[in-house]
């Protein structure tokens, strides 16, 4: 495991885009697993730079975002669809088409969760962004007794949904469940990076990496992987 500390959050965001350009650079067909969260929001903002400056072009490129809720309407402001769109898909030259996230209103969930993983077969993931919920969760994966390895329908615990209900307009707007890759999906890419920003992940991000390895912290998982780049701000990565 790989581990960069940042001084300022900028920097950081520079460091992540830069690797998603050369990675394109050097494999423009590549696939590239994306997230979502207030984390990538600047890596995303500096890679669409990168795109106006003739850095770097999607045009051949695939994407995969790890998870979407279940049953918010398909263009609601806080589906991952309409985040990926405002903070990345409506900025570069990606092809439509070629960018993928699970369809959390599909009318057989279970079908589209299959197919899903059927297409991350067709086409793996080089390099997946990952961000670090505060109960370890990645993607949608949830800590819990056992884990999913393929792309599967959770029910999202309750300190996910108050986490996250700062971006809805209360906490029951908040869906209950969500379509998420499963760690096997996740840990099936060649390269995983993963980002971490802020004081109050420091405590999760120490125990998912130097802590035991569990499906209770299931990024603690990661330290299975061969190529994982940690990127951390200093306040994140305070107690290492
Ligand atoms: C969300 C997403 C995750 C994300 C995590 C952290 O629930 N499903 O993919 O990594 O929570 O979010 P943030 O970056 O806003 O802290």
Known sequence: MEMKLFD???????????????????????TL??????????????????????KVSFKEAT?????????????????????MRQHLFAHIDLPSEQAHLPNGNAENL??????????????????????LGHNGHIGFNEPDGSLQGGTHIVELKEETRVANA????SLDEVPKQAI????????????ILLVVKGADKAEIVKQALTGPIT???????????????VLLDKEAGRLL
Do not use: W
């Not at 697993?33 to 003739?54: D, F, N, Q, V």
């Not at 700062?166 to 307009?169: G, H, P, T």
């Open 166 to 169: 700062r971006f809805f307009d």
């Open 215 to 229: 499906t209770e912290c299931p990024a603690s998982l990661l330290q299975t992987h061969a190529n994982v780049i």
């Open 110 to 131: 279970h079908e589209e969760c299959e197919q899903y993983d059927r297409m991350l077969t067709e086409q793996p993931v080089d390099v997946q962004l990952l961000g």
């Open 8 to 30: 300022t959050i900028s920097e950081l965001d520079h460091y992540a885009a830069q690797l998603f350009a050369a990675t394109l650079n050097h494999k423009p067909h590549a």
């Open 63 to 83: 994407t995969f975002n790890l998870d979407e809720y279940v049953g918010l309407p398909e263009n609601h402001e806080q589906g991952y669809a309409h985040y």
């Open 33 to 54: 697993g994306l997230a979502t969260g207030s984390t990538p929001i600047g890596i995303y903002e500096k890679m669409i730079e990168m795109y106006r400056k003739g």
């Open 180 to 191: 998420t890759m499963g760690v096997g999906s996740i840990l099936k890419a060649n390269t």
